[in-house]
Nanobody, 129 residues
């Protein structure tokens, strides 16, 4: 069974770059038809899809965050990483990584839900000076 675990700093200063890593066990990044996603949930708000890196290595980002977002992977370590630049307090959220099948990616992009695919437990990131 696939397991995902997020890690990274819990506090980031405004204007800096937020970097989070998702470590995966029980699954391979190159297994055909799976997409590896980052999602976040700001306090008091719903889930927001950030972007994915596909089994092929291609990436796709939420247009509202695209200019500040980068997702990469290290297949030797079974990890994929989110970089979100120029953060503000509005980026304060619980950040999740998740794996979904290609048949679920459209739903993940439009209205993410934890009942789809496999999710990590989430990690709190606060943007504050």
């Amino acid at each position: 069974q696939v397991q995902l675990q997020e890690s990274g700093p819990g506090l980031v200063e405004p204007s800096q770059t937020l970097s989070l890593t998702c470590t995966v066990s029980g699954g391979s990044f190159t297994t055909t038809a799976y997409y590896w996603n980052w999602i976040r949930q700001p306090p008091g708000k719903g889930l927001e899809w950030i972007g994915y890196i596909a089994y092929s290595g291609s990436t796709y980002y939420n247009p509202s965050l695209k200019s500040r977002t980068s997702i990469s992977r290290d297949t030797s370590k079974n990890q994929f990483t989110l970089h979100l630049s120029s953060v503000t307090p509005a980026d304060t959220a619980v950040y999740y990584c998740a794996r979904v099948h290609v048949s679920e990616i459209a739903a993940m992009r439009s209205h993410p839900t934890k009942t789809t695919g496999y999710w990590g437990q989430g990690t709190q990131v606060t943007v504050s000076s």
